[in-house]
């Protein structure tokens, strides 16, 4: 699996989890459509500088 199809499954598998735990938490609130799901966790990442964004400023 070359890095470019790891970075994908690993990315898919975080959006999957997570409409899994929002829909185990409250099953009748609507999902993020993966674009919705990428905005929010790379505000996310921008806004705490602990979760890393690779080699920015080094």
Known sequence: ???ADL???ADESAY???V???RAECPQAPAPSR???ERMR???QE???RQG???VGV
Do not use: C, I, K, N
């Open 1 to 3: 699996m070359s890095p």
């Open 7 to 9: 970075a994908q499954a």
């Open 16 to 18: 999957d989890g997570y």
């Open 20 to 22: 899994a735990h929002v």
């Open 35 to 37: 674009r919705d799901f």
């Open 42 to 44: 790379t505000e996310r």
């Open 47 to 49: 806004a705490d500088p």
């Open 53 to 55: 964004l690779g080699t």
